[in-house]
């Protein structure tokens, strides 16, 4: 049987349970919450909206329409100074 080989290759069990016992140490989280649930937000809490995502909402939208906005009339000016015509200068 598989027991018996290992018993026979020299394997032992109590050496291998002792050198378990500082990896299994080192696993354990660094602190244990005697619940999750107390840790997580109140409603309340979790509700509130930050300033900085308004900000990032906001400058996120609006610093790449400007962009393209600005893009597009500086290609429009250019392919009219191309052409020619009244609106080239």
């Keep these: 049987s598989v027991a018996q080989k290992v018993v026979e290759s020299g394997f032992d069990f109590k050496k291998a349970a002792i050198a378990a016992i500082p990896a299994a140490a080192i696993s354990t989280p660094a602190?244990?919450?005697?619940?999750?649930?107390?840790?997580?937000?109140?409603?309340?809490?979790?509700?509130?909206?930050?300033?900085g995502a308004y900000l990032a909402v906001l400058l996120?939208?609006?610093?790449?329409?400007?962009?393209?906005?600005n893009l597009y009339i500086q290609t429009e000016s250019r392919k009219a100074g191309k052409a020619g015509g009244q609106d080239s200068e």
Excluded: H, K, R, Y
């Excluded at 244990?32 to 979790?46: F, H, R």
């Excluded at 996120?60 to 906005?69: D, E, N």
């Design 31 to 51: 602190f244990a919450m005697d619940s999750i649930v107390e840790a997580l937000p109140t409603q309340t809490l979790s509700l509130e909206v930050q300033f």
């Design 60 to 69: 996120g939208t609006f610093l790449p329409v400007l962009f393209l906005i």
